[in-house]
């Protein structure tokens, strides 16, 4: 009985170091994460629509967390939300006082003008956002009517060809890196852009693949002149275009 006692005690004294040592590294631990891991240094990349300083504030205003390490976590659990234009914000670790913010920004293919506001779309006709904003470089059609939109609903254009074709013109002008400033369909369903002080005319649209593949070296020769350019019947093997100067 006594040798049993002996060593049921020096067990217990055996449990009781290793606990304390199990409580010493974890104060020193927590010592060490919240001492030694503030941030000094947030690195912004992917971002176009929001410049480095309003990611940052976005990130901060957040439940932002001094800490390189449990910022990053918190993230992950818990990731930044609902800010226009953007998918997903992503933080990384990049040392023990500096995090990388990546900006996932929505994939925007146009927008619309509807009630004062700018309708975003992506590339299957989707809406991404209902803004006060103006992205200067997403076009805006005009001349359309809609009884309503809903956020994350396919755009309501009951016309499947007008449908298509606003697609197809803001993809062909996102692929030739087209300022246009807006896009436009006439009462005679027909389609008109500008472009600083030029209103270019496209006709019916049956086209534009033709009369927008050119349209960039075409503008650049009508560099600072006011008017109207006539595309209606261009054809690119003889490179038929009028343009008319507004006096």
């Not at 020096?10 to 919240?34: D, E, M, P, W, Y």
């Not at 299957?124 to 470089?137: M, N, P, R």
């Amino acid at each position: 009985m006594s040798e049993n006692n002996k060593i049921i005690k020096f067990q217990k004294r055996n449990t009781h170091v290793v606990s304390a040592v199990i409580l010493v590294v974890l104060v020193v631990a927590l010592v060490i994460l919240f001492t030694c891991f503030n941030i000094n240094d947030i690195e912004v990349t992917g971002n176009k629509h929001y410049s480095k300083d309003q990611i940052i504030k976005y990130v901060k205003n957040e439940g932002y967390i001094d800490n390189t390490v449990l910022l990053m976590l918190k993230n992950k659990i818990n990731p930044i939300s609902d800010i226009p234009f953007v998918a997903k914000i992503g933080i990384d670790y990049a040392s023990a006082h500096k995090i990388t913010v990546t900006v996932y920004e929505k994939a925007i293919a146009g927008c619309i003008e509807y009630m004062d506001r700018y309708v975003y779309f992506d590339q299957d006709g989707y809406v991404l956002e209902i803004s006060l904003k103006k992205l200067s470089d997403s076009p805006c059609v005009t001349g359309m009517s809609f009884e309503s939109i809903e956020l994350h609903e396919k755009l309501p254009i009951k016309d499947k060809k007008r449908f298509k074709l606003i697609l197809k013109l803001t993809q062909l002008i996102s692929k030739y890196n087209l300022e246009i400033d807006s896009i436009q369909f006439t009462s005679d369903e027909e389609v008109v852009l500008y472009y600083d002080d030029i209103r270019i005319e496209l006709g019916d649209g049956s086209k534009i693949e033709e009369q927008l593949i050119d349209l960039n070296q075409i503008l650049e020769g009508l560099s600072g002149k006011k008017g109207t350019l006539d595309m209606k019947d261009f054809d690119t093997a003889v490179g038929t275009a009028s343009f008319k100067a507004k006096k």
